[in-house]
Nanobody
């Protein structure tokens, strides 16, 4: 499985960005896709978990209502749409895949994910 993130960049506070996680080597039907972020000097933080087997996508409380993760069926890609960005959203964002195939109670733990992308930088200016 290969994961490639893109779409990062600089955005003003209150602005929007859409990150992409392009997946190859595995069908999204059989994967759970997690998004994580890591700000300078901080530990990696879980953001969301999407899978086709879950009725609802799981989100961290810190981004609930502002970020949305969804799938583009035609491209085997998962997106993270980020709105109402805040300076504290500045971080390197990573997507990761769990071949268990669904988001469960431990979805926030990075150690459950089997494959990781290289990350994409997001910077939000105040």
């Amino acid at each position: 499985v290969q994961l490639v993130e893109s779409g990062g960049g600089l955005a003003p506070a209150g602005g929007s960005l859409r990150l992409s996680c392009a997946v190859s080597g595995f069908s999204l039907d059989d994967l759970a896709i997690g998004w994580f972020r890591q700000a300078p000097g901080k530990e990696r933080e879980w953001v969301s978990c999407w899978s086709s087997r879950n009725v609802k996508t799981l989100y961290a409380a810190s981004i609930q209502g502002r970020f949305t993760s969804s799938r583009d069926n035609g491209k085997n890609t998962v997106y993270l749409q980020m709105k109402s960005l805040k300076p504290e959203d500045t971080a390197v964002y990573y997507c990761a895949a769990d071949d268990l195939g669904y988001c469960h109670a431990e979805a926030w733990r990075d150690r459950i994910y089997d494959y990781w992308g290289q990350g994409t930088q997001v910077a939000v200016s105040s």
